[in-house]
């Protein structure tokens, strides 16, 4: 699954009974073939994204589009990603809340 695909369907995927009065912000930054950057914010209950890092996020990740599709895929466990610096999370704290929901674990 690349970038966009996994961006786009967030909103399809997630309930919106799960973000109910939360309020954050995320920016991918996906490098290589595939990839690109995107800014996703949480609004009370509404997810909306864009191309593109605006404004400033709570957490932003970073990794190669290879790298993203084999967490997505599950043959990357996150936490070795995080490890050996395949993925990087500038506030993993934030990401820890969101990454169930995302669907990353």
């Not at 990740?61 to 084999?70: F, M, N, Y």
């Amino acid at each position: 699954m690349t970038i966009d695909k996994f961006i786009e369907g967030l909103k399809t995927k997630i309930d919106p009974t799960a973000i109910e009065g939360q309020n954050t912000s995320f920016h991918f930054d996906i490098s290589g073939d595939h990839g690109g950057q995107y800014t996703v914010r949480i609004q009370d209950g509404q997810l909306d994204w864009q191309e593109g890092l605006d404004g400033d996020a709570k957490c932003k990740v970073t990794t190669s589009a290879d790298h993203l599709q084999s967490l997505l895929s599950g043959k990357l466990h996150p936490m070795m990603a995080v490890l050996t610096g395949k993925l990087k999370i500038s506030n993993q704290a934030e990401m820890l809340k969101y990454a169930k929901i995302f669907g990353l674990m």
